[in-house]
């Protein structure tokens, strides 16, 4: 883990006071917005300040898992195993975490067809990667666990003391969820990783730079940028299956050194307005950092 | 290279190339197949100076090597420079491609990793004929993508009958089967074109890597 910055001596008491208002608003959220639970976590790397609520439950990681995948990728290339422009046969057939049985990434569950029409071909590791990230491309994302392997993503994670992320498997294994081998991840645990990214300690400076880069590249912009104004920028990643939303990323408030986020959701799978309540507590932090009377500017 | 015989690529002895790539290519080396029996490995490859040659160098009407050649980076480093090293029997394997392909009447297009890949590629199994260059994974022909039983038992079926000999892997989802690709292959068949270099009778490949 990157050491933490100390917060100023007159920090405490301003801070704990916008720090009980968030609280107290995120307690009426949760009630109000209809979510099963909530889970945040905030890292400001300008004054050290942290700010958590129910930030140590687990959740189903949904796509989350995938900067779990992309640390991996990157220890990988650290390791000089791979180079980014490595190339990689493109093919959809993985095997369950449950018992080997081969299963594939169904086109019309991911949210990327890209990937799925290089069939056959190779693509590059950065374009695999940019894919997993940015439209959370699933069949990206299982060609990169398979290529590096579950121990690689899991000793990555373990090198920077994450311990709030819990990767065991790939997306779209049928078989492993039906027997509850999932993903799973805390609030705490996303904002430890990104801030690992954020604070450019993942391996080198170079090569967080690239994986900022990439979560820069985010298409699903309905989560924490919403509500954030236009000049505000926002390295991260989304996650959604029937039962959760989850947001995670860098916000960089502009003149301000950025702050790290997670809010995750858990919800019926009826349940609806996922994306705003995220928006609304990533406004909610927004404001609360970076208020006239806030400090780290 | 006599004047009778023009193609372009030149036959070099596995074992008298470097030792990284010799260790990759292992040749002659004997591995074993999925029931035990004992291959020898190919000892006698074409050098492929670089892509554009692979590109350029048309093996039948409607196969050109670079086809054959297109291993990811799970094939071992010292393999994935050019110059780069086929088996010979890639000209075998060639025609007889093209013999399929002029039966479906169609493209005929090969997967990445599916023609030649050498024994130490990361998905290379026991003595997998693509090691010997005679073995082609088809995933697509024409707009047809080979993913279920209908499509690859359709065309194992034209293979089996435009190519006597040949081998179709069955459908299925187990080991020693195939659910997303049409795999065809000639066999352990090892060719030694006439300008290869000398290989002393009866000299084992381990014998005549110490001569």
Request: hydrophobic share 45%.
């Amino acid at each position: 883990m990157p050491q933490l910055i100390e917060p100023p001596a007159a920090f405490d008491s301003t801070q704990s006071e916008a720090a009980e208002r968030l609280r107290a608003r995120l307690q009426q959220i949760e009630r109000d917005s209809g979510a099963r639970a909530l889970g945040v976590a905030v890292y400001d790397t300008a004054t050290g300040f942290s700010f958590r609520y129910n930030a140590e439950r687990w959740f189903h990681a949904a796509s989350t898992i995938k900067l779990a995948i992309l640390l991996g990728v990157y220890s990988a290339i650290h390791r000089g195993w791979l180079l980014p422009h490595s190339r990689l046969h493109v093919r959809n057939r993985f095997m369950s975490a449950v018992n080997g049985a081969p299963f594939r990434v169904a086109p019309d569950r991911d949210a990327n067809a890209a990937v799925h029409t290089a069939l056959g071909k190779m693509l590059r590791i950065s374009d695999l990667a940019r894919h997993m990230i940015a439209t959370s491309s699933n069949l990206a994302t299982n060609l990169l666990l398979d290529l590096v392997g579950l121990d690689t993503a899991q000793q990555s994670l373990a090198e920077f003391s994450i311990d709030g992320v819990d990767i065991r498997r790939g997306v779209e294994d049928e078989r492993a969820f039906e027997r509850g081998i999932n993903n799973r991840v805390t609030a705490a645990g996303l904002v430890d990783l990104l801030h690992v990214i954020a604070d450019r300690a993942a391996f080198s400076r170079e090569l967080s730079d690239q994986m900022l880069e990439l979560l820069h590249g985010q298409e699903f912009r309905s989560g924490i940028p919403a509500r954030l104004p236009a000049a505000v920028r926002v390295a991260h990643k989304t996650g959604e299956i029937s039962t959760v939303a989850h947001d995670a990323g860098v916000v960089y408030p502009p003149d301000r050194k950025p702050y790290v986020i997670a809010v995750l959701t858990e919800w019926s799978p009826e349940g609806s307005g996922r994306s705003a309540t995220i928006a609304e507590i990533s406004h909610l932090v927004f404001e609360m950092l970076t208020s006239a009377d806030g400090h780290g500017r | 290279m006599g004047d009778s015989h023009h193609f372009p690529l030149e036959v070099v002895d596995g074992l008298r190339l470097e030792k990284a790539v010799r260790d990759a290519l292992r040749p002659g080396a004997v591995v074993h197949d999925d029931d035990g029996r004992a291959r020898r490995l190919p000892r006698f490859f074409y050098e492929i100076p670089s892509w554009d040659h692979a590109m350029r160098l048309q093996l039948t009407p409607d196969f050109a090597l670079w086809e054959f050649i297109q291993t990811d980076v799970r094939e071992a480093e010292a393999l994935r420079a050019f110059p780069r090293y086929v088996p010979c029997a890639v000209t075998l394997l060639a025609p007889s491609l093209q013999r399929f392909r002029d039966a479906v009447g169609t493209f005929v297009h090969i997967a990445a990793n599916g023609g030649y890949r050498s024994p130490s590629h990361g998905v290379s199994g026991n003595a997998s004929p693509h090691a010997w260059a005679t073995a082609v994974n088809i995933y697509r022909v024409g707009d047809t993508y080979l993913d279920d039983r209908e499509a690859i038992e359709r065309y194992a079926a034209i293979a089996r009958a435009a190519l006597p000999g040949v081998w179709t892997r069955p459908f299925g989802w187990g080991r020693g089967l195939t659910d997303d690709h049409l795999h065809l292959d000639l066999g352990y068949v090892v060719s030694i074109p006439r300008e290869a270099p000398a290989d002393p009778a009866g000299v084992e490949p381990e014998v005549a890597l110490a001569c």
